[in-house]
Every structure is written in C-alpha cells, then in structure tokens.
C-alpha cells in the first residue's frame, strides 16, 4: 500500500525557517517524480514545487521561488521542503503527492497533509 | 502561466442528478488535465487524468471529456458520497489548479 507521510509543520514567526519531511513507503520511491502541494485554510490546492526521481529537475511556483528548496533521499524513501523567509500568506496544509501517469501529469497519491501557520 | 477557471463554483443538486462541472485553460493544454475530489479535512483523491482516463478504483458515474482548452467532469447519478470539492488541474507547463467546484445537498 502506498503510504506518504509528513512532518515538520508547526508554527513560526514571519521571516522563520521551517523544513518539512514526507516519509514514502509501498513503492520504489526513487523512480517516481514527486512534488509539494499545499491549500492554505479554506482555499483552493496550489501547487508549490516538484523533483524528478533522480533529484536533477526541479520546478518551483513563482510564490515560492527563491525561498523554498525541494529535496530528496532515495536512500531513506524521504522527500523534503525547507522553507525560508517565511511570509503570512505561506500558511496552508502542506501536502507531499506522488506524481502519476505516463509523464508524472498528475498526482496520483497524497498524504495526509501538514499544517505550517506563519504567525507572530 | 496557465489560468484554469471553473464553472459553477458551487452546485446544489439532489442523489441520482446528473452533474457537469466545466473547467478551461487560459491556452491550449492538449488532454493535459486531472479531475480530483477532496472532502473536508482529507486529502484531494484523483479521479481522472489525460482528461477522459479513470483512475483504477474510480467508480464509472465519473467520467472526463475535452481536449485544447474546454473540459468537462461529469458525474452520472449522484451518490450521497459524492458531496464534495472537486477540482481540476492542467500539467502542460507546470502545474495549476482551478480554483474549485463545491457540490453540496439540495
């Protein structure tokens, strides 16, 4: 069964720092492309970055550009997000998703979800 | 970037009413498009890809059409687990979600 797993979120003060963790099982994590969504508190889904399964290519929404690093282990089945500068608006359930289809066009399998609230 | 836009972005309907959700792209995306339903407080599930593509599991009252920029998700017969968000999302360049379709009980 596929599993994906986050941690990491919490609260932080406007220009902190937080890193996020997604924990993958039931599948080979390293051929799978995987990506960040996240939907901030009665909103609509963005999508926020996505890593290739050898960790070579990486996208970033222009929100988060700059400020945010997409990271993988295949060693450990690990996904992560560190996220710096953090901004109000950044607050949300963030969401690790694996990338399904013939060319990683959807997402297939989603956690649970974190929550990250930037707040003083 | 990709604009994606979705119409109504609420509908009340009934158990057993059919429901057409339309979703369009600020430019042509090919069948570059995915169909998810979240409920409160999960995960959003994907219920359709490469916009008429069922994923495995996904009961047949959902069905996806469109190609370029005009898409539809249609659900058949409503069913009460079908009260939910639904959204779409185009993977031409990057990824975009539209902003969502609420259906709720009549």
């Known amino acids: 069964e596929v599993q994906l797993v986050e941690s990491g979120g919490g609260l932080v003060q406007p220009g902190g720092s937080l890193r996020l963790s997604c924990a993958a099982s039931?599948?080979?994590?390293?051929?799978?492309?995987m990506n960040w969504v996240r939907q901030a508190p009665g909103k609509g889904l963005e999508w926020v970055s996505y890593i290739s399964s050898s960790g070579s290519t990486i996208y970033y929404a222009d929100s988060v550009k700059g400020r945010f690093t997409i990271s993988r282990d295949n060693a450990k089945n690990s996904l992560y997000l560190q996220m710096n500068s953090l901004r109000a608006e950044d607050t949300a359930v963030y969401y690790c998703?694996?990338?399904?289809?013939?060319?990683?066009?959807?997402?297939?399998?989603w956690g649970q979800g974190t929550l990250v609230t930037v707040s003083s | 970037d990709i604009q994606m836009t979705q119409s109504p972005s609420s509908v009340s309907a009934s158990v057993g009413d059919r429901v057409t959700i339309t979703c369009r792209a600020s430019?042509?995306?090919?069948?570059?498009l995915a169909w998810y339903q979240q409920k409160p407080g999960k995960a959003p599930k994907l219920l359709i890809y490469a916009a008429s593509s069922l994923q495995s599991g996904v009961p047949s009252r959902f069905s996806g059409s469109g190609s370029g920029t005009d898409f539809t998700l249609t659900i058949s017969s409503l069913q009460p687990e079908d009260f939910a968000t639904y959204y779409c999302?185009?993977?031409?360049?990057?990824?975009?979600f539209g902003p969502g379709t609420k259906v709720d009980i009549k």
């Open positions: 039931g599948f080979t994590f390293s051929s799978y492309e």
């Open positions: 430019q042509g995306i090919s069948s570059w």
């Open positions: 999302q185009q993977a031409n360049t990057k990824f975009t």
């Open positions: 998703a694996r990338a399904g289809g013939a060319v990683a066009d959807n997402f297939d399998y």
